[in-house]
């Protein structure tokens, strides 16, 4: 945007370019800072609820595992064996339980068992593996 003005002890005209005031730069940065502090909250919030539905999913397998046990006095070789029908009856977990809110398959550990219940390590690996915290059925 152009503006003409005369300047008054010249008497010439001068051409002067319009721009942006400090105070309009400082409001503009402000509201991009604000913007960017509730992405990083919602991307946590999301990552806190992933854990959260991990940890429900990690409990419901053991209990199917368990239930497993109980009926065959066996653990399953894998979870995949839940998620299928066994001799007409119907799958103990649907088969999209087997894997983690992050896509992963959950792990069924069956040579690490628990000291005091016996019961094998299921667990997730967690949004990045190696880097972030596992998530098991041992407390």
Do not use: C
Not at 30 to 49: K, Q
Request: aromatic fraction near 8%.
């Amino acid at each position: 945007m152009q503006l003409r003005t005369i300047d008054r002890n010249n008497n010439k005209l001068r051409h002067r370019r319009g721009g942006f005031t400090l105070m309009e730069v400082l409001v503009v940065v402000a509201i991009l800072v604000i913007l960017a502090g509730i992405g990083v909250a919602v991307f946590r919030y999301l990552e806190t609820s992933k854990e959260g539905a991990a940890e429900l999913d990690i409990k419901n397998l053991e209990t199917a595992v368990n239930a497993y046990y109980l009926e065959h006095k066996e653990y399953p070789q894998s979870l995949d064996v839940l998620a299928a029908p066994i001799e007409g009856k119907p799958a103990y977990i649907k088969p999209e339980k087997v894997r983690d809110p992050w896509g992963r398959p959950y792990v069924l550990d069956l040579e690490k068992r628990h000291p005091t219940t016996g019961e094998p390590l299921i667990y997730s690996q967690g949004s990045n593996p190696g880097q972030s915290k596992t998530i098991t059925n041992w407390k």
